[in-house]
């Protein structure tokens, strides 16, 4: 009877796992990027996933200069098409970036939900690809030094050392010329 109650508690298990899974294909089409949202699945990235679903978004690499060539050095872009498709285009320039640094950017993305971006949505989500990156990022191995990188590894700092009364990513931002501009600060 034992046998029985194991082996019918162990299908049961196998046979509703897969419904708690998220399904990347609806994501993107993409295998890095499948790779890439897998790795946060494994760490429990929840609050990516339900802001992917919420708002249906697509995951694509895209070379951002054909938008406009202010956008040649973005790292990525989250948008919507005509048709009212949300979609979070990530430059090709850093399509051979780790998985972890490919993840950190879709962390940082799915956080913008609004039309237009403010300073505490831009916070959020810089601190979520700050976070996404201290979680992620493996000690022993070597990440190939690159803009995404440097940028990386700067807000792991800054997170780190951010309190209560001193939220260090948010001044960056606050003080960055192009998000005051964007953002409409001044």
């Known amino acids: 009877?034992?046998?029985?109650?194991?082996?019918?508690?162990?299908?049961?298990f196998l046979a509703i796992a897969p419904a708690f899974a998220y399904n990347m294909n609806h994501f993107t089409?993409?295998?890095?990027?499948?790779?890439?949202?897998?790795l946060l699945e494994k760490v429990g990235a929840d609050e990516v996933f339900d802001n992917l679903q919420e708002n249906s978004v697509k995951i694509v690499f895209y070379d951002l200069s054909l938008l406009s060539y202010s956008y040649k050095d973005h790292y990525a872009i989250n948008g919507e098409t005509n048709f009212g498709e949300r979609y979070i285009l990530i430059n090709t320039k850093y399509k051979k970036c780790s998985i972890e640094e490919?993840?950190?950017?879709?962390?940082h993305e799915s956080c913008h939900k609004s039309k237009k971006a403010t300073l505490a949505e831009e916070t959020l989500a810089t601190q979520t690809e700050a976070k996404y990156w201290i979680k992620l990022k493996q000690p022993n191995k070597t990440y190939q030094v690159t803009d995404l990188n440097k940028r990386?590894?700067?807000?792991?700092?800054?997170?780190?050392n951010s309190d209560k009364n001193n939220n260090y990513i948010q001044t960056r931002i606050a003080n960055s010329p192009f998000y005051r501009q964007q953002l409409a600060l001044e």
Not at 1 to 6: A, G, P, Q, S, V
Request: aromatic letters at 14%.
């Open 1 to 12: 009877m034992k046998k029985f109650t194991l082996s019918l508690l162990c299908f049961i």
């Open 29 to 38: 089409d993409d295998f890095k990027i499948s790779d890439a949202l897998l």
């Open 102 to 107: 490919i993840a950190c950017l879709i962390a």
């Open 152 to 160: 990386l590894n700067q807000l792991a700092y800054l997170y780190k």
